[in-house]
T-cell receptor, first 114, second 115 residues
Framework: QQQVKQSPQSLIVQKGGISIINCAYE??????FPWYQQFPGKGPALLIA?????SEKKEGRFTISFNKSAKQFSLHIMDSQPGDSATYFC?????????????FGAGTRLFVKA | DAGVIQSPRHEVTEMGQEVTLRCKLI?????LFWYRQTMMRGLELLIY????????DSGMPEDRFSAKMPNASFSTLKIQPSEPRDSAVYFC?????????????FGSGTRLTVV
């Protein structure tokens, strides 16, 4: 019930194309859904996040779509660029009496071809 | 702000030796998380603290692992004795839990190799 399932494992997209990464969760106690971007040799960095009372959030070329009833959410990268090549993690966080605990998906390695 | 600072960046040690990883939180943050990243298991939460108090250590793999927060800005993760299967990248991350949901700030990680 704590898992966050992410797909695909890897993705190759042409420059200018749309990259789509999907995630699914089971635990309805999750109340915050961030996406992180990780470059080689670096720690993950927060990219964009959404709460379950919102169906879509857009920041620049990055959009999260959220389907609460299906317990699914996805990241769309519009006009993908070679600089977007990185590993992307979806995550889900639950509030509890002690604070916030984030569970990460397995990650998607994105490669954008120039 | 210097961000979350981890040391060392790389550690190579022999099986059976004690390893200590260090993390300095961002000033003003009061939650500290230790994660381990491997190809096989991805990012695993090992333990997290709020206000220096361990809240959930269910991810700590064995008694060989221990973590402390001696003060509000610093934490250590110790492995004693170390084993080859402990080889991974260890990240710490910090946040403010009293400001509601928000992302973490991760350090650059410590790459541990146990031979």
């Amino acid at each position: 019930q704590q898992q966050v399932k992410q797909s695909p494992q890897s993705l190759i997209v042409q420059k200018g194309g749309i990259s789509i990464i999907n995630c699914a969760y089971e635990n309805t106690a999750f109340d915050y859904f961030p996406w992180y971007q990780q470059f080689p040799g670096k720690g993950p960095a927060l990219l964009i996040a959404i709460r379950p009372d919102v169906s879509e959030k857009k920041e620049g070329r990055f959009t999260i779509s959220f389907n609460k009833s299906a317990k699914q959410f996805s990241l769309h990268i519009m006009d993908s660029q070679p600089g977007d090549s990185a590993t992307y993690f979806c995550a889900a966080r639950s509030s509890n009496t002690g604070g916030f605990k984030t569970i990460f998906g397995a990650g998607t390695r994105l490669f954008v071809k120039a | 702000d210097a961000g979350v600072i981890q040391s060392p960046r790389h550690e190579v040690t022999e099986m059976g030796q004690e390893v200590t990883l260090r993390c300095k939180l961002i000033s003003g943050h009061n939650s500290l998380f230790w994660y381990r990243q491997t190809m096989m298991r991805g990012l695993e939460l090992l333990i997290y603290f709020n206000n220096n108090v361990p809240i959930d250590d269910s991810g700590m793999p064995e008694d060989r692992f221990s973590a402390k927060m001696p003060n509000a800005s610093f934490s250590t993760l110790k492995i004693q004795p170390s084993e080859p299967r402990d080889s991974a990248v260890y990240f710490c991350a910090s946040s403010r839990f009293d400001r509601g949901p928000g992302g973490y700030t991760f350090g650059s990680g410590t790459r541990l190799t146990v031979v």
